[in-house]
C-alpha cells in the first residue's frame, strides 16, 4: 500500500506541476514550485506542498491557487485513472526559504562577517 501511495503522490505532484506551469495565472517575477505531495492512506485528500519565491508573494499566490483548485481538481479527476481521486489540498512550504536562509548564514560566516542578520 505504501508504494501505492508514493506512485500516487509523484503522478499528483507532477500533473499539478505542468498544470501551473502551463496554466497558473502567477506574475511573471514569482517562481512556484510543487515540491511534495502527502497523500492520506485512505486516498482521500493530498496536501500539495507549494514553495514561492520571493516569499513575500506567497499570500498573493495562495489567493490565484484558491481560486483555482476547482479547476485543477477536475483537470486532475481526468487525469488520474483511479477511484476515489484525493481532494487537493494546497499548503505552502517554506523548507526551501529556510534552507536559503540557513546557506546565506553560513555564507556570512565563512565570508568573515561578523554581522548576522536575523
Do not use: C
Amino acid at each position: 500500500m505504501k508504494e501505492r501511495i508514493q506512485r500516487v503522490n509523484e503522478l499528483i505532484r507532477r500533473e499539478i506541476s505542468q498544470i501551473l506551469l502551463k496554466e497558473g495565472d502567477f506574475p511573471p517575477d514569482i517562481l512556484v514550485t510543487v515540491t511534495r505531495v502527502e497523500t492520506s492512506a485512505n486516498l482521500i485528500q493530498a496536501k500539495v506542498w507549494i514553495s514561492v519565491l520571493p516569499e513575500s508573494k506567497g499570500k498573493q499566490v495562495f489567493k490565484i491557487l484558491n481560486r483555482q483548485v476547482y479547476e485543477i481538481q477536475q483537470r486532475i479527476n481526468k487525469k488520474l485513472k483511479m477511484r476515489p481521486v484525493p481532494k487537493i489540498i494546497f499548503r505552502e512550504d517554506k523548507q526551501i526559504v529556510k534552507a536559503s536562509r540557513v546557506e546565506e548564514l553560513l555564507e556570512q560566516i565563512e565570508g568573515g562577517s561578523e554581522t548576522v542578520s536575523k
